[in-house]
């Protein structure tokens, strides 16, 4: 139909934390929702999916994007930008891209991390 119902799924090292809302039938999703966790200081990853929910049928996933411990140390006062999702089954092509903000708050002895889905397309 040219068109997706897309939710997010946000997972903390493999472990699912946050869900977001169904935009329907669209290809330019506009969540505006906000979401605070802990992380803990060993975390190794959070992977952002980009799923596409079917009432007929499992859902398919679109895509995702990792930000990982690496990425937050080559960034130490954040990132903001453009990046494609990448596949999640090496059968599926995957087209897509999230523009993302990850900012580090605080000071060394308590740092926080925001991390925003600002667009996506």
């Known amino acids: 139909t040219g068109s997706s119902d897309p939710y997010c799924i946000v997972k903390i090292d493999d472990e ?8 329907w039938k669209t290809l330019s999703p506009f969540w505006g929702e906000e979401y605070e966790v802990q992380l803990q200081p060993g975390f190794h990853s959070i992977s952002i999916y980009v ?3 079917d009432a007929l049928s499992r859902d398919d996933v679109i895509g995702k994007v990792c930000i990982t411990r690496d990425m937050l140390a080559e960034h130490p006062k954040g990132y903001s930008g453009w990046v494609s999702l990448s596949e999640v089954d090496p ?3 995957v087209q897509g891209e999230i523009h993302l903000q990850v900012e580090v708050l605080g000071s060394q002895g308590s740092r926080r991390l925001r ?3 600002l667009e996506a397309r």
């Open 91 to 93: 059968d599926e092509e």
């Open 115 to 117: 991390c925003s889905v």
């Open 51 to 53: 799923m596409d929910e």
């Open 16 to 23: 699912a934390i946050i869900r977001t809302a169904t935009v």
